[in-house]
């Protein structure tokens, strides 16, 4: 993603937990059609953006 997107290698940080987020909130078969997050949590992941506080 940073090479296509043309983007300075200092980001690479950023971009890991960009796709950890955007994976963690996707559905899988394999989960029953739940996400990650729903398996650990029991509750359905918002899904409105929100800045990160942490």
Avoid: F
Avoid at 34 to 53: C, D, F, I, N, S
């Amino acid at each position: 993603m940073r090479i296509h997107a043309n983007l300075p290698k200092n980001l690479s940080h950023e971009l890991y937990r960009t796709a950890a987020y955007i994976l963690n909130r996707t559905p899988t078969e394999t989960l029953g059609w739940k996400t990650p997050y729903e398996k650990v949590w029991g509750r359905k992941p918002l899904v409105a953006h929100k800045p990160w506080k942490g």
